[in-house]
């Protein structure tokens, strides 16, 4: 068993395939042993692999993981919601409350039995044979940390002012359970999800290597209508401070003769989102992202039928509808919508999505095959799509309806120089290798 965690689990705790269901499935298995070994008088709960790996880390790791509302992202292979993994989520943390008493955990066992009993009621098998103390579900007092998992290759960005958090995986590809999602991210609102990583269906499916591991379906950027090559990314840069956080991910190995670097800035209000592409030829570059509670647009948009690829999981796509670019840089908004099966009741959060166009982009508004509960249930996607050697692709999101508005001031010495405003404040910022730099 000690062997097992020093190389099944990463020294940041997490399962090697950068799977939130194989990590719980893994765990499961190890508590069942503990469980069998504690009978025969040995201790297992305590055990630690060479490098650290303890199952105590193993469940502070997904504390570190959920979203504001207690869910864990299906990263990788695993359902996106289902009765039998939550009974086993509020398994596990029955028994890590009752073990290592870290009421963190209480977060993401109330989650569960939300899943469970529709309520946050601690009710069910698991509470009555694993649980302990008096059933308070208490959760007022968490809050969510940013975070960075430098071996498994992930960061949660949180800031306890601003609605809206994000994960983002650059890591391993994960072995067979491994999608081709480097640079992908996950967007959140504190009253549900928005951008949500879609889970895997039954492995019978098509859809499972054909839509759901492929890049297209999850929010990074594709190259040449190609999914990514498996491989590993890496993040240059991750800073923390009372105003903002900050990471810049990258990676060299997507593609053949491709650099592409994303930097993600999450302040106060606003979340800016600076993806830069870079190749030796020309090519189609797609940024895409997938909302679940759906993306409205307004403006000048053309009805629009046409294929966008057929391979690589693009014959799932439907184009809606598309705007192009100008001569001159121009940005387009579009409000997303919380996803209302994960929004707390009464609320239909809106949240604005404001890029910019360039001469060379093409904007879609897209369908495609909706969360892995149902494919069948199509949902909203946004696909931003130059043609070129190199690609900008600036997006910057706002908690509500009203849009930011974004201004190039242009190049200058040191970088790209933005102003972004609401009707209230303004805030300028340089874009540059090292980050996106408040000025
Ligand atoms: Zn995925």
Not at 288 to 315: K, M, Q
Not at 401 to 416: T, Y
């Amino acid at each position: 068993l000690i062997h097992h965690l020093s190389i099944g689990i990463k020294p940041d705790q997490l399962e090697f395939e950068g799977s939130v269901y194989y990590h719980i499935f893994v765990l499961r298995a190890y508590l069942i042993a503990a469980e069998m070994a504690e009978r025969f008088g040995i201790n297992l709960y305590a055990a630690e692999g060479e490098q650290g790996q303890s199952f105590k880390g193993m469940f502070d790791v997904l504390v570190l993981l959920a979203n504001p509302q207690g869910e864990l992202s299906a990263l990788h292979d695993g359902p996106f919601k289902r009765v039998p993994f939550a009974r086993e989520i509020s398994e596990i943390f029955e028994i890590g409350l009752r073990k290592y008493q870290n009421p963190a955990y209480i977060h993401l066992l109330a989650d569960a039995y939300r899943q469970l009993n529709r309520d946050s009621s601690r009710r069910g098998l698991e509470a009555l044979v694993f649980g302990t103390g008096d059933g308070d579900m208490h959760t007022d007092n968490y809050k969510k940390l940013s975070v960075l998992l430098p071996d498994s290759g992930f960061a949660c960005l949180n800031h306890p002012n601003n609605a809206l958090s994000l994960l983002v995986d650059f890591g391993a590809h994960g072995g067979s359970h491994g999608h081709y999602d480097k640079l992908n991210i996950v967007l959140n609102h504190k009253s549900g999800s928005l951008a949500p990583e879609l889970g895997v269906v039954p492995y019978g499916s098509d859809l499972r290597k054909g839509w759901f591991a492929e890049t297209i379906s999850h929010n990074t950027v594709t190259v040449g209508g190609k999914s990514q090559k498996p491989h590993e990314g890496i993040y240059k840069k991750f800073e923390l401070s009372p105003e903002y956080s900050f990471i810049r991910v990258s990676t060299n190995d997507a593609y053949p003769n491709c650099i592409m670097d994303r930097y993600l800035l999450l302040t106060e209000e606003l979340l800016i989102d600076w993806f830069e592409v870079a190749l030796d030829e020309e090519q189609e570059m797609d940024w895409s992202f997938h909302v679940p509670g759906g993306i409205s647009v307004n403006g000048n948009w053309i009805e629009d039928n046409s294929a966008l690829g057929e391979t690589n999981g693009y014959r799932h796509i439907q184009s809606i509808s598309y705007t192009t670019g100008q001569p001159y840089v121009e940005q387009c908004d579009m409000v997303l919508t919380v996803d209302p099966k994960t929004a707390a009741p009464d609320q239909a959060a809106k949240v604005s999505m404001s890029t910019l166009l360039y001469p060379t982009s093409k904007l879609y508004k897209v369908k495609s095959p909706g969360i892995s509960v149902d494919p069948s249930q199509r949902i909203d996607g946004a696909i931003h799509r130059q043609t070129a050697k190199k690609a900008r692709f600036l997006t910057v999101f706002i908690d509500g309806e009203k849009p930011v508005n974004i201004k190039s001031l242009g190049n200058h010495s040191n970088g790209e120089i933005i102003q972004i405003s609401t009707e209230e404040k303004n805030w300028s910022f340089v874009l540059n290798s090292s980050g996106i730099i408040k000025i």
